[in-house]
């Protein structure tokens, strides 16, 4: 069965600290992977997306992840965070071609200023 | 703008009141899908529709129907809601390429008592 897991349940980081969220996911064949962020009372948003090509993708407000094929991974970095980056990020995943995504349970990210 | 829209954004009803939470979107997109967002549990597909007239379950339908008579429209329906269906409900659409990111509504934040 697909399935997307995020490892941490909650974040708690100082400003300026670097981030890195883990997100592994299980899934025959080839993969989409997005990460979506929610800020606290809003709806989710695209931060980045790896469709193919280059592993390391760069996406909104600083945020990358790098697809590593042979650990079935696809983590969340930043190098410095700021307050505003206070949110809940959902690690997200899909079959080539196909419509049906699969999420994580989410991370909350705390940053304390 | 482009965007998807749901109401209410607030809810509270009591056991068995049957209610619809409407959505709709500007996009011309074909896919459109309800998710339901719990504590710990992240994002949880209720139905999605690959296009007009075309409806299939999700991971969690009990309890929830959804009809998609035009293509900008797809409503949720709880006949007889239940107390844990107290929850935060999303809609999202997408767009005839599966490459393409989900749209999210702002959310409906429902509570049965």
């Known amino acids: 069965a697909q399935s997307v897991s995020q490892h941490n349940h909650h974040v708690i980081l100082s400003e300026a600290a670097s981030l890195e969220l883990g997100c592994n996911y299980s899934y025959g064949g080839t993969v989409n992977l997005f990460w979506y962020v929610q800020y606290p009372g809003q709806h989710l948003q695209l931060l980045l997306k790896?469709?193919?090509?280059?592993?390391l993708v760069k996406g909104i407000k600083g945020f990358e992840a790098e697809f590593i094929k042979s650990k079935f991974s696809f983590n969340l970095r930043k190098p410095s965070v700021q307050w505003s980056d206070t949110a809940e990020y959902f690690c997200a995943a899909s079959g080539a071609g196909s419509y049906q995504l699969t999420f994580g349970k989410g991370t909350k990210l705390s940053v304390i200023p | 703008e482009a965007q998807v829209t749901q109401n209410p954004r607030y809810l509270i009803t009591v056991t068995g009141k049957k209610l619809t939470v409407t959505c709709s979107q500007n996009?011309?997109?074909?896919?459109m899908s309800w998710y339901r967002q719990d504590p710990g549990l992240g994002l949880r597909q209720i139905y999605y529709s690959m296009n007009v007239e075309v409806t299939d379950k999700g991971d969690v339908p009990e309890g929830y129907k959804v009809s998609r008579k035009e293509k900008r429209n797809f409503p949720l329906i709880l006949e007889s809601p239940s107390p844990n269906q107290t929850s935060l409900y999303f809609c999202a659409s997408m767009g005839r390429d599966s490459n393409s990111p989900l749209h999210f509504g702002n959310g409906t934040r429902l509570t049965v008592t």
């Open positions: 790896y469709f193919s090509g280059d592993p």
């Open positions: 996009m011309n997109h074909e896919y």
